[in-house]
Nanobody, 130 residues
Framework: EGQLTEAEGGSVQAGGSLRLSCTLS????????VGWYRHTPGEECEVVSV????????????TRDPSVKERFASSLDNGRKTFYLQMNSLKVQDTAAYHC???????????????????WGQGIQVTVTS
């Protein structure tokens, strides 16, 4: 049974950078979409980026803050079964729990009572201070 493990979050001052990583163990990434979602307290969970199994990026302009697509970049290393979210020029409002996900088909919304994703990371906290 596969499992996603997130790493490299933490706390940073506004304007700084962080890179999140997510590694899939116990199974292969073949034919899976991979993606990042985030959940800020008091706000709805939102998609940040999805990379399809064919390498196409989706939903990167779906965040409430339109500047996210200019400041964040997702990537995938198939050989390491690891995908990344590079976050630059971080803002206080980027503070959230970030979750990675993998499934045959990821959508522009977080899991809910109708939809679960096959693999969902435990969440890693990113805190941006002013």
């Amino acid at each position: 049974e596969g499992q996603l493990t997130e790493a490299e979050g933490g706390s940073v001052q506004a304007g700084g950078s962080l890179r999140l990583s997510c590694t899939l163990s116990g199974t292969t990434l073949e034919n899976l979409d991979v993606g990042w979602y985030r959940h800020t307290p008091g706000e709805e969970c939102e998609v940040v980026s999805v990379i399809s199994s064919t390498g196409t990026h989706y939903f990167e302009d779906y965040t409430r803050d339109p500047s996210v697509k200019e400041r964040f970049a997702s990537s995938l290393d198939n050989g390491r079964k690891t995908f990344y979210l590079q976050m630059n020029s971080l803002k206080v409002q980027d503070t959230a729990a970030y979750h990675c996900a993998a499934d045959e088909s990821l959508h522009a919304f977080c899991p809910n009572r109708h939809v679960n994703y096959k693999y969902w990371g435990q969440g890693i906290q990113v805190t941006v201070t002013s």
